[in-house]
């Protein structure tokens, strides 16, 4: 923390390698971003994505700092089982904050700002598509944060939203985490030191993530025009 610079908040490792009073806690931290993210709402500048990928990556080091296990596998499990729970915790709290401001919106008059239609169509869709658009919004920057809010918002069953955000945070969780770490090993056998290359693994992981978003969006332009 010496050297501080305010750009090392966007960069996922200074979370997983940082330390307070030579202590590291980059396993705590990367657990409350998780949470944070949908919990707390701060999707907007957390890197979830990355953070999980170089989780993987840093696996040993992580849960190391906290219990000693030899195995490498159930270091990397008991990581990603870690962050998937944090990440239901963080759904459940977005969920709550949603059934509870939910019942003043659709009370609420319609105005400039606020159309209670949308509302009503946002209650349709996840009645219909629900399940595939909690497990989609898991895998999507900023869209996993406001998820579980309007599934909350629109009564969404809570059973079926429990089945979802559990199944969605595991598969989140274990997909990126244990492809960090096993592509890390691949890479390293070819003399490739990933942890030498992140600003890379974060433009590419920032860029997949974003392009079903951006596709959606230009695939809609047209339509929007024709209507017009």
Do not use: C
Request: glycine letters at 8%; charged letters at 15%; aromatic letters at 20%.
């Amino acid at each position: 923390m010496n050297n501080f610079d305010w750009t090392q908040l966007i960069n996922p490792e200074f979370y997983i390698t940082l330390k307070i009073a030579g202590v590291e806690i980059g396993l705590f931290i990367v657990l409350f971003i998780v949470f944070a993210e949908t919990g707390l709402f701060a999707g907007f500048f957390l890197p979830g994505d990355s953070l999980l990928f170089l989780a993987g990556i840093y696996s040993r080091d992580l849960i190391q700092n906290v219990v000693y296990i030899p195995g490498d596998f159930l270091n990397v499990f008991l990581l990603s089982t870690a962050v998937a729970i944090m990440g239901v915790l963080g759904n459940m709290t977005g969920y709550w904050f949603g059934a509870k401001s939910g019942y003043y919106l659709f009370k609420k008059e319609d105005s400039f700002w606020f159309k209670k239609k949308y509302l009503l169509q946002s209650k349709d869709f996840f009645e219909k598509y629900g399940g595939k658009a909690i497990i989609y919004a898991r895998f999507l920057p900023i869209f996993r944060t406001f998820a579980p809010i309007i599934a909350g918002i629109v009564s969404m069953d809570k059973k079926k939203f429990m089945f979802y955000n559990i199944l969605s945070s595991f598969l989140w969780s274990f997909i990126l985490i244990f492809a960090g770490h096993y592509l890390y090993g691949i890479f390293l056998k070819q003399g490739i030191d990933l942890k030498h290359h992140i600003e890379y693994i974060i433009i590419i992981i920032v860029i997949i993530s974003t392009f079903p978003v951006l596709l959606k969006l230009l695939k809609k332009k047209p339509t929007e025009n024709l209507n017009e």
